[in-house]
């Protein structure tokens, strides 16, 4: 006889047993127990005889539970298992779960975002001025027009428009630069599986053709190094910057780090400057290595000048303080700015020095190694490099004594 509603509410276990099975027809039972009601489809599939649960009264009433019996009755009719498809259908809603837990993660996957990640992997190993401009370009450039696009949804139009729109704005070298960040991310996020491929393309067809480069300005012809010799010693401007142009063109080194010079990097008894590598261009790790120091030996003239320029200077800590004070260097603009004013403008800057040095030092046959050593250019070979380190100083101290010598020389030949 078919169950009731109101003896599947007052149905009870006898206390003599420990459960019983009502049947309410067609294989649905209601199992009643101490620990509450349950309803069951008994059926047999292949064979074998099962059990299929279908819910617990009261949550699953009667004619709900009649209604679950009804479908399962045609799964076995098609011949399906209504406990497998059960399974499946349950591993179905877990799985739809899953993907929608990782869509909504994906829509927080912005493009920003996972740069921001990128940024803060990377940050560690570049010099702070570095670290400061890319997060700046990134930010001024990129995020405004891309940065909301979650990254797995980003497409190489949209790339492509964003560095367009940086290109038109005629700033073509920051278009390139915001280019090789924005695949750097996106190799990122291949590499951590937010996104399957890159979606940027070449950038030839994207961006103009950019010039190329200019080389520094430099002079390499003895007769025009002679004359700006000249011109630098009856230049009319302060005591430190004639002392910064007329020291500058015996030491061959970079114009950054001859400016940011302290008092208590030189040694006048052993005639050397030792450069710390926080004054140096290398990445923060190596700017934390004393292995990175370089020594640059001091000629005669040198020493000269230098101590001319202590009676001036040497109370502070800067060798070429600040015409507003000692508490930083003097500008990096300072010594190119004075060689523009005597008529070299596009003809030389501070910096251009180190290719006149080089340029001539090879013509006259001095040791390749020796020079670039005396350049502080890096040596990826480590075993040569602490080779040169060893080695190549007494030949860089006889080289630069002959270069401050012939610089001497073409300056008196009129």
Not at 35 to 47: I, P, T
Not at 366 to 371: G, K, R, V
């Amino acid at each position: 006889m078919p169950l009731t509603d109101v003896k599947v509410k007052t149905a009870k276990v006898p206390s003599t047993k420990n459960q019983i099975k009502l049947s309410d027809g067609g294989g649905l039972q209601l199992w009643v127990n101490k620990n509450g009601k349950y309803w069951r489809l008994a059926y047999r599939f292949a064979g074998k005889q099962k059990v299929l649960a279908l819910g617990v009264y009261p949550q699953v009433s009667l004619k709900s539970a009649r209604l679950k019996r009804d479908k399962a009755k045609s799964l076995l009719d098609d011949n399906i298992d209504p406990a497998q498809q059960k399974k499946a259908n349950k591993q179905a809603a877990i799985e739809e779960t899953q993907k929608k837990k990782l869509e909504d993660e994906g829509e927080k996957n912005t493009l920003e975002v996972v740069a921001r990640h990128w940024f803060e992997l990377h940050r560690s190993g570049w010099a702070p001025s570095h670290a400061i401009k890319t997060i700046g370009r990134l930010e001024r450039h990129l995020f405004p027009a891309i940065g909301s696009t979650p990254i797995a949804k980003l497409q190489k139009h949209q790339v492509a428009k964003a560095l367009e729109k940086i290109s038109s704005r005629g700033t073509l070298d920051i278009a390139q630069r915001i280019a090789q960040l924005t695949r750097n991310i996106l190799v990122y996020a291949m590499d951590t599986g937010l996104i399957d491929s890159i979606p940027m393309g070449s950038t030839k067809n994207i961006l103009p053709a950019g010039r190329k480069q200019k080389p520094m300005p430099s002079l390499t012809a003895p007769k025009d190094i002679g004359k700006l010799l000249r011109a630098i010693d009856g230049y009319r401007g302060t005591f430190t910057v004639c002392c910064a142009l007329k020291l500058l063109p015996y030491l061959a080194v970079r114009a950054g780090e001859f400016r940011r010079a302290e008092w208590g990097e030189f040694d006048f008894k052993k005639k050397t400057w030792t450069i710390p590598a926080a004054h140096r261009k290398l990445k923060l790790q190596a700017q934390q290595d004393d292995r990175n120091v370089h020594q640059v030996p001091l000629c005669r003239q040198s020493i000269s000048i230098l101590k001319g320029l202590y009676e001036f200077t040497g109370s502070g800590v800067h060798v070429f303080p600040s015409s507003r004070g000692d508490a930083r260097p003097m500008s990096e603009n300072t010594i190119n700015t004075a060689l523009h004013a005597m008529g070299y403008k596009g003809l030389m800057v501070g910096h251009g020095w180190r290719s006149s040095f080089s340029t001539m030092m090879n013509q006259q046959g001095f040791n390749p190694d020796a020079i670039e050593r005396q350049l502080a250019h890096t040596e990826n070979n480590a075993v040569r490099a602490a080779y040169n380190r060893a080695d190549y100083m007494e030949k860089r101290i006889k080289m630069m004594q002959c270069w401050a010598d012939y610089l001497d020389k073409l300056k008196a030949e009129i």
